[in-house]
């Protein structure tokens, strides 16, 4: 990544925690981020729900919790194809 931008490793890796870190505050947040030609981030949340201990058979309780999704974008998609 460094050396693709003509920058040193020390500000690519202070570039890259700068844009994790506002990306994780936005979601935190319950806001969407779409990074055009890579895709979008969203938070969702999931419900409570019953599920089974495999070892034991034992139903358990699931919390419910929000999860991040990424839908990725067409240009992304197309790059894997």
Same mark, same amino acid.
Request: cysteine-free; glycine content about 8%; aromatic content about 4%.
């Given at each position: 990544? $460094?050396?693709? $931008?003509? !920058?040193?490793?020390?500000?690519?890796?202070?570039? !890259?925690? $700068?844009? %994790?870190?506002?990306?994780? =505050? +936005? %979601?935190?947040?319950?806001? *969407?981020? +779409? %990074? %055009?030609?890579?895709?979008?981030?969203?938070?969702? =949340?999931?419900?409570?729900?019953?599920?089974?201990?495999?070892?034991?058979?034992?139903?358990?309780?699931?919390?419910?919790? *929000?999860?991040?999704?990424?839908?990725?974008? $067409? =240009?992304? +998609?197309?790059?894997?194809?």
């Amino acid at each position: 990544m $460094a050396a693709a $931008a003509g !920058l040193s490793k020390v500000d690519s890796k202070k570039a !890259l925690d $700068a844009a %994790l870190d506002a990306i994780s =505050e +936005a %979601l935190r947040s319950g806001d *969407k981020v +779409a %990074l %055009l030609g890579f895709g979008t981030f969203s938070v969702s =949340e999931r419900p409570a729900r019953t599920g089974v201990n495999p070892a034991t058979g034992e139903k358990i309780e699931i919390a419910a919790k *929000k999860v991040i999704k990424f839908k990725p974008g $067409a =240009e992304l +998609a197309d790059s894997v194809k």
